[in-house]
């Protein structure tokens, strides 16, 4: 199976909470990256977390990195109705740095 | 500065016809990598191209897919013989340095409808 394996798969919330989603992936990693994918449109990158971080906090984003259990969470707090759309982790192996997408989470934040 | 374009944003080919997708980085970046996504899917590695070489095509299909990046104009994913499974959105990425500790910037896709 694949690296970036993102949970859950789908996420529902009011507006006003805290949504959290999670990724876990299978073998060592230069970083992890978190995008989010408005539909029909490109990605946006929103963080990244070296493996030697780990946590970093970017406005009402908050991701987390555990080295030791292969996972990743983020956390975006006080959610809007802007921030629906589909939350993507990949992760950065080789020397190459190409980015493994796990298949997204698709966030709706109800107004 | 502009950021990363792709056109066509819609393509739609015949099956047997040529694809031909175009990818202008951001100004300064000379890493451009392409994803393929299938509905409901994440992003696939394709291909990492910098000037004139390519660096790592092993998301590729060996057949009717090449990718080429030269030292003037943009990147170009070429996709030979269509098939109705080749229908997807295409992205192109691009970055100044290896993208190991840097972020990559996404274009918008350009896609793909194998008729």
């Known amino acids: 199976s694949q690296q970036g394996e993102e949970d859950p798969q789908a996420l529902s919330i009011q507006e006003g909470e805290n949504a959290t989603m999670n990724c876990s992936y299978k073998t060592s990693i230069n970083n992890l990256q978190w995008y989010r994918q408005n539909s029909g449109r490109g990605l946006v990158h929103l963080i990244l977390i070296r493996s030697n971080e780990r946590e970093k906090h970017s406005g009402r984003l908050r991701v987390t990195l555990d080295t030791s259990k292969k996972s990743s969470s983020l956390l975006i707090t006080a959610s809007r109705a802007a921030d629906t759309a589909s939350y993507f982790c990949a992760v950065v192996t080789g020397a190459n740095s190409k980015l493994t997408f796990g298949k997204g989470i698709t966030l709706s934040v109800r107004p | 500065n502009a950021g990363v374009m792709q056109n066509p944003r819609h393509l739609v080919r015949r099956r047997g016809q040529e694809a031909r997708l175009r990818c202008s980085p951001m100004k300064g970046h000379s890493h451009v990598y392409w994803y393929r996504q299938l509905p409901e899917e994440g992003l696939k590695f394709m291909v990492y191209?910098?000037?004139?070489?390519?660096?790592?095509e092993s998301g590729m299909p060996k057949e009717r897919f090449s990718a080429e990046f030269p030292k003037e104009g943009p990147s170009i994913l070429r996709i030979q013989q269509v098939v109705r499974g080749d229908s997807a959105a295409y992205f192109c990425a691009s970055s100044p340095v290896t993208s190991g500790a840097h972020e990559q910037y996404f274009g918008p896709g350009t896609r793909l409808t194998v008729t």
């Open positions: 191209l910098q000037k004139e070489n390519i660096i790592d």
